[in-house]
């Protein structure tokens, strides 16, 4: 498979500090210089040719720094397993996780328990903003802390949002599955509200930010229909099969403005 290089024209106009490119332009020219040493080889000829001051600075500093390098310790082998999985997810997530893991059993065993109403599953009742409490924990500011660092790489935009997300139904979704098939719920109940609250806070994440979204949604979700539907003991339209057309368009729209708003996501506040 044949791989598009950069042009001369941006590769140039980066070196100048990429002030007549558009942002998606430089957003793409730095995560395509990450996997291309051709690019960065003809970056760096560029940078020589046109820039000698930035040049004679690299070579500087890199005779500052060569030194220390060559006495620094690697990195033992055995945790090298981790810097693909950094990928999907911060440590930070791992507790918020454990927490929603929980959540579902804990729902789960008081339905089979019976201690609530039979007309109404905790599971399906929970079921929507579950994995939208692991995706606002994933793009915390005050959770994690390389937020900064993480949000700011070229390739932290819909691409790292949209990993995260994924690892987050990775681990939802089958605890709600297995909670769905013990109660009796069935899966298009419980599956469709989830999806459909994903796709909708990182939507609403792309004009406010993720977690605040991510807030937003959860805080709606269980004044409309948490504390109505616990009062009442009935298991409201919202989560009842006749209401699954509902939720299948709110996802797809909610995935629309996803695509729509795909360069949202490079902004950090967006994260």
Do not use: N
Request: aromatic letters at 6%.
């Amino acid at each position: 498979m044949s791989i598009e290089h950069a042009s001369k024209r941006i590769i140039e106009s980066y070196v100048r500090g990429g002030a007549d490119l558009a942002a998606d332009e430089v957003w793409a020219v730095e995560a395509h210089l990450e996997m291309c040493r051709v690019c960065r080889d003809r970056l760096s000829a560029a940078v020589g040719a046109g820039v000698p001051a930035v040049a004679s600075l690299v070579d500087t500093v890199w005779s500052g720094l060569e030194p220390q390098i060559a006495v620094t310790a690697t990195m033992p082998r055995g945790r090298r397993w981790s810097a693909p999985l950094s990928r999907w997810m911060t440590p930070t997530m791992v507790p918020w996780l454990a927490m929603v893991v929980g959540v579902t059993l804990l729902a789960l065993l008081l339905d089979l328990s019976d201690t609530g109403s039979a007309e109404v599953s905790l599971v399906l009742l929970f079921a929507p903003v579950l994995p939208v409490l692991g995706v606002a924990a994933s793009w915390s500011r005050g959770l994690d802390p390389a937020y900064e660092l993480t949000a700011s790489v070229p390739r932290a935009g819909l691409y790292l949002v949209l990993r995260r997300t994924a690892s987050v139904l990775g681990v939802v979704v089958p605890a709600l599955l297995v909670g769905g098939w013990v109660t009796g719920v069935m899966v298009a109940q419980w599956l469709l509200p989830c999806l459909a609250f994903t796709a909708t806070t990182l939507a609403l994440g792309g004009v406010v930010g993720v977690t605040r979204a991510a807030v937003v949604l959860a805080t709606v979700w269980a004044a409309v229909v948490v504390a109505p539907t616990l009062a009442t003991s009935r298991t409201t339209f919202a989560l009842q099969t006749d209401g699954l057309p509902a939720w299948g368009l709110i996802l797809a729209l909610g995935i629309g403005v996803v695509i729509a708003r795909r360069g949202a996501y490079t902004v950090l506040g967006a994260h």
